[in-house]
T-cell receptor, first 115, second 110 residues
Framework: DTGVSQNPRHKITKRGQNVTFRCDPI?????LYWYRQTLGQGPEFLTY????????KSRLLSDRFSAERPKGSFSTLEIQRTEQGDSAMYLC?????????????FGSGTRLTVV | RKEVEQDPGPFNVPEGATVAFNCTYS??????FFWYRQDCRKEPKLLMS???SGNEDGRFTAQLNRASQYISLLIRDSKLSDSATYLC???????????FGSGTRLQVQP
């Protein structure tokens, strides 16, 4: 499979627990993005990496959220002390910097339910 | 005011119909424009980029009006398989992040 891969597909957690999601982008893509989508809304930008550098973060990314891309390949998104409002689909996407008007390729997402 | 606004629909149309979706964006510095398609409980997929001169891809035509900050998508000869949510997307100058509208739901009926 050469697409964007996200794990796990689903995660149910109790409020207050920490969760970590993983994203494996398309191998030649140097840009990686995290988005969050709730029911009836479009995806909302969280953060963006070019290679291993985190270049942009949304104000939506509170101090409970942290993302890493340690070797410029896969990325992890951790949410600490989860709250019910964190329940959403977390989408990862990747793109290639050389494409002048590039759109993204999204992964299938991780659906988080906080109970 | 939302940065990207779309009519949520749903648009219910018969097979073979022509349907048009509109979208407005608030930031005049927006640089790149796209339409994405999202099927129920699936990830968004790029349908087409939108160029200043307008562009067509088969049954799909996208147009951009920078002066009015308005983007449109026209679907001709609708198929049942076109049923989905269509997301209007913009990228602002100097940013990599995309800003998505909330989507317009299309239901094509037999």
């Amino acid at each position: 499979d050469t697409g964007v891969s996200q794990n796990p597909r689903h995660k149910i957690t109790k409020r207050g627990q920490n969760v970590t999601f993983r994203c494996d982008p398309i191998s030649e893509h140097n840009r990686l993005y995290w988005y969050r989508q709730t029911l009836g809304q479009g995806p909302e930008f969280l953060t963006y990496f070019q290679n291993e550098a985190q270049l942009e973060k949304s104000r939506l990314l509170s101090d409970r959220f942290s993302a890493e891309r340690p070797k410029g390949s896969f990325s992890t998104l951790e949410i600490q002390r989860t709250e019910q409002g964190d329940s959403a689909m977390y989408l990862c996407a990747s793109s290639l910097a050389l494409e002048a008007t590039e759109g993204y390729t999204f992964g299938s997402g991780t659906r988080l339910t906080v109970v | 005011r939302k940065e990207v606004e779309q009519d949520p629909g749903p648009f219910n149309v018969p097979e073979g119909a022509t349907v048009a979706f509109n979208c407005t964006y608030s930031n005049s510095a927006s640089q790149s424009f796209f339409w994405y398609r999202q099927d129920c409980r699936k990830e968004p997929k790029l349908l087409m980029s939108v160029y200043s001169s307008g562009n067509e891809d088969g049954r799909f035509t996208a147009q951009l009006n920078r002066a009015s900050q308005y983007i449109s998508l026209l679907i001709r000869d609708s198929k049942l398989s076109d049923s989905a949510t269509y997301l209007c997307v913009v990228r602002d100058t100097g940013r990599r992040a995309l800003t998505f509208g909330s989507g317009t739901r299309l239901q094509v009926q037999p």
